[in-house]
């Protein structure tokens, strides 16, 4: 029932920006957090940015005053704006959204497919 959708990877040259979407569709009865999450090459995936439905941000230092995190509770998506881009920044990049299917049911972290970011020397 629940789909959790990336978009707006691509190739840029450092220095350059470009602006992640993540769509969160489905019956879901309310959703959490949601965050950011990048997996470079042969490592591990880690945490980007993140963000609470009341607004609370996180992201660690490498990336903070680079990117910007961003949610449109009425329409369920999750924005990542990524300026100054550098070829650290390759990964492919994942939105993640914690919901809950009804008001008896837990709550579960969702995944998206991901979307491939690379950027050139």
């Known amino acids: 029932q629940v789909q959790v959708m990336e978009s707006g990877g691509g190739l840029v040259q450092s220095g350059g920006s470009l602006r992640l979407s993540c769509a969160v569709s489905?019956?879901?009865?309310?959703?959490?957090?949601m965050a950011w999450y990048r997996q470079p090459p042969g490592m591990q995936r880690e945490l980007v940015a993140e963000?609470?439905?009341?607004?609370?941000?996180n992201s660690p230092d490498s990336v903070k005053v680079r990117f910007t995190i961003s949610r449109d509770n009425a329409k369920n998506t999750l924005s990542l704006q990524m300026n100054n881009l550098k070829p650290e920044d390759t990964a492919v990049y994942y939105c993640?959204?914690?919901?809950?299917?009804?008001?008896?049911?837990?709550?579960?972290?969702?995944w998206g497919q991901g979307t491939q970011v690379t950027v050139s020397s």
């Open positions: 993640a959204a914690d919901v809950r299917l009804s008001v008896r049911s837990g709550w579960y972290r969702s």
């Open positions: 489905g019956s879901i009865f309310s959703i959490g957090a």
């Open positions: 963000m609470s439905s009341a607004g609370t941000t």
